[in-house]
């Protein structure tokens, strides 16, 4: 029997099913919106001789910290269930990942579930081999990949993909504010920036760095493990599709740039296998896991092939 915090799936889908025009909104803000917010805070910085090094700082460290909501939040412990965490958590990590600003989160979380069913053959949302069942070349494939697929008619849900986020109730509602959280992560830096500089132009800097140039650096970032790794680098032996591991997107990307690794194994938390694999995102669930906020961590099943006990970010058991 549901408990008190569950609802019908259907009333999900149907909530959903309008949103069609809330999520190219979405979208247009993601690529278009936040770029040219990011415009405007170089141009900005260029008039005034130079942009202060702590806005500069808020930008990093927040697309740093909402990165880690994408990247631990909704890709390895929403998507794929690699762990379990404590609820407060568990919320925490929810918000962040949706303070990105990358759209709804269980309609992320859809989406990526989708691409492991079908990556990289017809039915995968972004792969850069694919649009539907045409074949796309080197350069459109990358765009598409890259960010297209954002506007190009994206299938209604499947109720069964993502029945375990859309029969909870709390994140239901979560889900359904991301609207408001987007703007929340606008508001906050721009209080911030008050701080810093205690004009109104100080707020409209900390709303520029600490909320758009946040968004559209870490934006592209995650966009690039949709396009670039699955173009460019290694791919591991054995792997039936185009996922790659590239390096400078391990360390841009907190870990998910060891994409060929991702999908060989989806279920584990732990990315970057060997030593020299940095994946910051594991070194934080590691984290969690040792001060008991997490726990039922899912390690590679490949653990005997690679070392498993490296130094550094990637390493550890």
């Known amino acids: 029997m549901p408990n008190a915090t569950s609802v019908p799936v259907i009333d999900f889908l149907t909530a959903h099913a309008h949103r069609g025009k809330k999520e190219r909104v979405f979208a247009w803000w993601a690529y278009c919106g936040t770029g040219m917010g990011a415009l405007v805070a170089v141009i900005l910085s260029v008039q005034s001789g130079g942009t202060a090094g702590a806005f500069l700082i808020m930008a990093v460290a927040g697309a740093v910290l909402t990165g880690l909501g994408v990247t631990v939040g909704l890709h390895r412990l929403f998507t794929h269930r690699s762990f ?6 568990e919320l925490a990590l929810f ?13 992320w979380v859809y989406d990526h579930r989708i691409h492991h069913r079908f990556t990289d053959v017809p039915g995968d949302p972004h792969s850069p081999i694919w649009f539907g069942d045409r074949r796309l070349g080197a350069l459109s494939g990358f765009l598409h990949a890259h960010v297209l697929w954002l506007f190009r008619g994206r299938a209604p849900l499947n109720g069964q993909v993502i029945r375990d986020l859309a029969s909870d109730a709390t994140l239901v509602r979560l889900d359904q504010a991301a609207p408001l959280i987007v703007v929340a992560g606008l508001f906050i830096p721009g ?37 670039v790794c699955h173009m460019l680098g290694p791919r591991p032996s054995g792997l039936a599709n185009e996922a790659r591991n590239n390096p400078l997107l391990g360390l841009l990307a907190l870990g998910e740039g060891w994409h060929g690794n991702h999908h060989l194994d989806p279920g584990s938390a732990r990315h970057g296998w060997r030593w020299y694999q940095l ?4 070194a934080i669930v590691r984290l969690l896991e040792q001060v008991g906020l997490v726990d039922s961590v899912r390690r590679p099943r490949q653990a005997t092939s690679f070392d498993t006990e490296g130094a550094g970010l990637g390493g550890g058991r």
């Not at 379990?84 to 958590?89: E, F, G, I, K, V």
């Not at 918000?95 to 309609?107: D, E, K, S």
């Not at 994946?279 to 594991?282: A, E, K, L, R």
Request: glycine share 14%; charged share 15%.
């Open 95 to 107: 918000v962040l990942g949706t303070a990105a600003g990358q759209g709804y989160p269980i309609r």
């Open 191 to 227: 209080c911030l920036g008050l701080f810093i500089e205690p004009t109104l132009m100080g707020f409209v800097k900390g709303v520029l760095w600490g909320g758009t140039v946040r968004m559209f650096l870490l934006n592209h970032v995650t966009w690039s493990v949709n396009s």
């Open 279 to 282: 994946d910051f995102s594991w």
């Open 84 to 89: 379990r965490a404590r609820r407060p958590l």
